[in-house]
């Protein structure tokens, strides 16, 4: 293996890493509302792309007639987030996770619907997989309830936002620098979901609160979406996309060591099943 595969490898283990900090790290802030969560992860996220851009003398400045094909994807992005964040207010980790992480299946379909790229047949088995998953993860859920089943949807609202956001975004992000693409798509993200954030805070933002969002923005958004892209141009995206699927593992992992959510069966064998659809999908 050459020195930049070498590389790439490490890049996507340690962005799957932090990706994998996201849930437990939501779950210490829902003292205050989904939509602050949101915003302010985004607009520290952002902040943070723009010191890293700032050390490899990436220049951020873009003309408006450049950014305004940006604003709509910020606005998807906006979606996702929120979707994500809200989920975990409602549903289980494991739950929440493994719904938004069927996002390769909704980026398979549109980018055939949209692109017109082919869906190969073989594509389908991995689908069905992953179907089947989230039935036996939701349907045999002994303490499925109204307010898990909102949880759920909104997990899955995420995916299929992801989705959008990466078929729209696949051919003008590239037109960008990583950091200037990535500031201006965060920016606008938590810019569009700055004002029900401010109108929803009731009160002083609690200290641990704010510990969680400031290393949302700066974990598993500024530095793992970072270290993602950079995996992205030194390995092929199948393999990069493999091993960021492994965020809902560990996800699940710390959120049973730090916050005692240990997983049902029926969670872990429809995650698992759920795991391998998604794989499948990508990688067939």
């Known amino acids: 293996m050459n020195g930049k595969r070498w590389k790439g490898w490490l890049w996507a283990i340690l ?12 779950r210490l802030a829902t003292s205050v509302s989904p939509w602050a969560v949101t915003s302010f992860r985004l607009l520290f996220g952002a902040a943070f792309v723009a010191l890293f851009a700032g ?43 493994t719904l938004t992480y069927t996002a390769p299946i909704f980026v398979a379909f549109l980018s055939h619907l949209v692109l017109k790229e082919p869906l190969k047949p073989r594509k389908y088995g991995g689908i069905a997989l992953a179907i089947l998953g989230i039935s036996i993860m939701a349907g045999f859920e002994p303490e499925m309830s109204w307010r898990m089943a909102a949880g759920d949807l909104l997990a899955l609202l995420s995916a299929i936002s992801f989705g959008f956001y990466s078929v729209w975004g696949r051919g003008i992000g590239s037109r960008f620098p990583l950091f200037q693409y990535t500031f201006w798509i965060y920016l606008l993200a938590g810019a569009f979901t700055l004002p029900p954030a401010l109108l929803s805070l009731s009160g002083p933002f609690p200290g641990r609160a704010w510990l969680a969002v400031l290393s949302l923005g ?25 091993i960021a699927s492994q965020e809902v593992s560990g996800g699940i992992l710390l959120g049973w060591l730090i916050l005692q959510e240990a997983p049902g069966l029926n969670s872990i064998v429809g995650c698992l099943i759920t795991l391998s659809g998604i794989i499948l999908t990508i990688v067939l």
């Open 15 to 26: 962005g799957a890493s932090l990706f994998s900090t996201g849930a437990v790290l939501v």
């Open 55 to 97: 050390l490899a003398g990436q220049e951020l400045k873009v003309a408006r007639r450049g950014l305004l094909p940006l604003v709509p994807i910020g606005a998807i992005t906006a979606l996702h987030f929120f979707c994500f964040v809200a989920s975990l207010y409602l549903t289980t980790i494991a739950h929440s996770l």
């Open 218 to 242: 700066l974990l598993p958004l500024a530095s793992g979406h970072t270290l993602y892209n950079a995996a992205l141009r030194l390995i092929p995206p199948t393999y990069v996309n493999l």
